[in-house]
């Protein structure tokens, strides 16, 4: 019996909801839970199950706080897989981004797990949830985190790859493998793969820029990742140069002025020169020729206006105390040092859906924006 005629025959409440809601999953590399997958996608249309949900999220992050064992990563571990598995569509809604942060953030200076793999894949994990990616490599490698994996190597040099920076993806991997970042095959083989890539790619150098350089293509082709925008840089250097080039052969050229003489001179005409009594032989300076557009004063210039008489005070009058209105995602308030020291994940738990959307926004702009500033690369 074959998978459809199985499901079919079981007549199953729940199994549809995958072909309804397909297009809001985010796909994740493990794969996911169809039976898992179903239920939460249910909650689309289920109230109560969508606050059964909400309510298994908060026990979650309340059991991070709770937890007494040696590994205080393995319950963020537990919550970001749940909250992956729980809420498909992976927006804004889910508070993933905000666990992501909150996870890295409490464990960034702890050199036990500086180089532990599954620290890395979080902050790897994160990465992917950002705008611009190079800031939090940059924070990586500054402080030395997850620098022994060739994951960190991989994920970095393929992220400057899609920003069109070659030289810095390909110092990279060369980098990781001088480093001897394990797994070594795989870092070796993605080099590979990163040469033949750039090998595809177009190679010219200014000079050697024209009209006719510009890549061909054919109808219905569609433009590499990047190819695109160095395609329409090209262009516009292209046409700066030539107008540049122009205007230069324009300026070097010299104006002819055309003169009556020179044409009767030519024509066996001699002419003698104009004696006009009346002709300009100077046109004055700027007052002479402008004396038209000068005013002259008149008498109100020296007019004066009567004050009215203030009686002074021996004292000064205290004035009102502006308040100066301070926005409150920029407002500092001073942390004790035990709020310092202890995890974040209860900001979480105290924030609601419009609140957890605005914060994972910030977040994505800056996914730095918490960290304390002597930690940040230079």
Sequence with gaps: MDPETEFLVSK?????????????????????????????????????????????????????????????????????????????PGGDFSGLVLIYEQCVRAFWHSDRYKDDLRYLKIWLEYAEH?????????????????????????????????????????????LGISSNAQPIEKLRDAYKKFLARSMRGPKYTEEELNDDDLPNRSFGTVLARGERQRQTSRTFELGRNKLKQDNHRVQRTPLSIYNDNNMDVMR???????????????????????????????????????????????????????????????????????????????????????????????LRENPLRNFPSNSLPR
């Design 12 to 88: 199953r409440k729940t199994g549809n909801e995958w072909e309804l809601f397909k297009e809001n999953v985010r796909p994740l590399k493990r794969g996911r839970n169809v039976d898992l997958l179903n239920l939460s996608l249910k909650a689309n249309t289920d109230k109560q199950l969508k606050k059964s949900l909400l309510e298994d999220r908060k026990r979650l992050i309340e059991a991070i706080d709770e937890y007494k064992g040696d590994d205080p990563l393995q319950p963020w571990l537990d919550c970001i897989k749940w909250v992956q598995e729980s809420f498909p």
């Design 130 to 174: 950002c705008s611009d990616a190079e800031v939090i490599y940059s924070f990586l490698d500054a402080n030395d985190i997850g620098k022994t994996h060739s994951a960190f190597y991989i994920a970095y040099a393929l992220h400057m790859e899609s920003k069109s920076k070659m030289k810095t993806a390909n110092d990279i991997l060369n």
């Design 268 to 362: 066996g005409h001699h002419t003698k020169p104009s004696t006009d009594s009346n002709s300009w032989h100077n046109l004055g300076g700027r007052a002479e020729r402008n004396k038209e557009n000068n005013a002259v004063p008149a008498k109100w210039t020296s007019y004066k206006i009567p004050q009215r008489p203030v009686p002074r005070t021996t004292g000064t009058v205290p004035r009102a105390h502006i308040e100066v209105f301070v926005d409150e995602e920029c407002a500092e308030k001073p942390k004790t040092q035990d709020e310092k020291d202890r995890t974040s994940s209860l900001q979480l738990r105290e924030l609601d859906g419009r609140n957890i959307k605005k914060e994972t926004e910030l």
